[in-house]
């Protein structure tokens, strides 16, 4: 009888025990699962968060674009130790308009580059301005500024890219200082450029000289 009894109370604390293990196993599960369905919630308020910042910095980018300021302020663009004012920049993508509004983005930005370049040298003047506006014997040395064109083009996207992109540096022009249109130039001019300079090499619509 005691032998009885004493198996029950074995057989009932083996049920115990095995309860408790399976209670403990459960609990981690629902644990372990709550822990997972939490994260892509988590995830997801990060993410949420995240595109909010990316659409208010984009309306910021877009209300400055809508207001005429370029997302990239230019008014002091820095090139090589030399400053660049906004007001320059604008002569600077105007002149190419005029120069090369018809060539490819290279053509445009060498253009932009022999502007650059006379800006360097000492045989020109020290600014954007002063070059393009140089007179030769009383005349512009630049002919969309003696016909007029210059004030009436209107600066394209392309345009304003080349010219960034040649105030950061780009830079194919192997230090030409001279550019012509060999079919559009005066028999005369184009004389004085073959006597008088070393040809570099041709692009597009133009020769460029040094």
């Given at each position: 009888?005691?032998?009885?009894?004493?198996?029950?109370?074995?057989?009932?604390?083996?049920?115990?025990?095995?309860?408790?293990?399976?209670?403990?196993?459960?609990?981690?599960?629902?644990?372990?699962?709550?822990?997972?369905?939490?994260?892509?919630?988590?995830?997801?308020?990060?993410?949420?968060?995240?595109?909010?910042?990316?659409?208010?910095?984009?309306?910021?980018?877009?209300?400055?674009?809508?207001?005429?300021?370029?997302?990239?302020?230019?008014?002091?663009?820095?090139?090589?130790?030399?400053?660049?004012?906004?007001?320059?920049?604008?002569?600077?993508?105007?002149?190419?308009?005029?120069?090369?509004?018809?060539?490819?983005?290279?053509?445009?930005?060498?253009?932009?580059?022999?502007?650059?370049?006379?800006?360097?040298?000492?045989?020109?003047?020290?600014?954007?301005?002063?070059?393009?506006?140089?007179?030769?014997?009383?005349?512009?040395?630049?002919?969309?500024?003696?016909?007029?064109r210059?004030?009436?083009?209107?600066?394209s996207?392309?345009?304003?890219?080349?010219?960034?992109?040649?105030?950061?540096?780009?830079?194919?022009?192997?230090?030409?200082?001279?550019?012509?249109?060999?079919?559009?130039?005066?028999?005369?001019?184009?004389?004085?450029?073959?006597?008088?300079?070393?040809?570099?090499?041709q692009?597009?619509?133009?020769?460029?000289?040094?």
């Amino acid at each position: 009888m005691g032998e009885d009894i004493m198996y029950k109370k074995y057989i009932l604390s083996l049920f115990l025990c095995n309860m408790v293990v399976l209670a403990s196993f459960c609990c981690l599960k629902i644990a372990e699962r709550s822990r997972f369905a939490a994260t892509p919630a988590f995830q997801m308020q990060l993410r949420e968060g995240f595109q909010e910042e990316e659409a208010s910095s984009l309306i910021g980018s877009l209300d400055r674009a809508d207001s005429g300021q370029r997302v990239i302020d230019y008014q002091v663009m820095e090139r090589q130790g030399e400053s660049l004012s906004e007001h320059d920049f604008q002569i600077l993508c105007r002149i190419v308009e005029a120069e090369a509004g018809g060539e490819d983005m290279n053509g445009r930005i060498l253009v932009a580059n022999v502007i650059l370049n006379r800006v360097k040298s000492s045989t020109f003047p020290n600014s954007v301005e002063g070059v393009v506006f140089q007179k030769s014997n009383g005349t512009f040395q630049f002919s969309p500024i003696r016909d007029g064109r210059y004030q009436r083009v209107r600066i394209s996207d392309e345009t304003v890219e080349a010219v960034e992109r040649a105030l950061l540096g780009e830079d194919y022009s192997e230090g030409a200082l001279y550019f012509v249109s060999r079919k559009g130039a005066a028999p005369e001019k184009m004389q004085w450029f073959d006597n008088h300079l070393t040809r570099l090499f041709q692009y597009g619509g133009h020769e460029f000289f040094s």
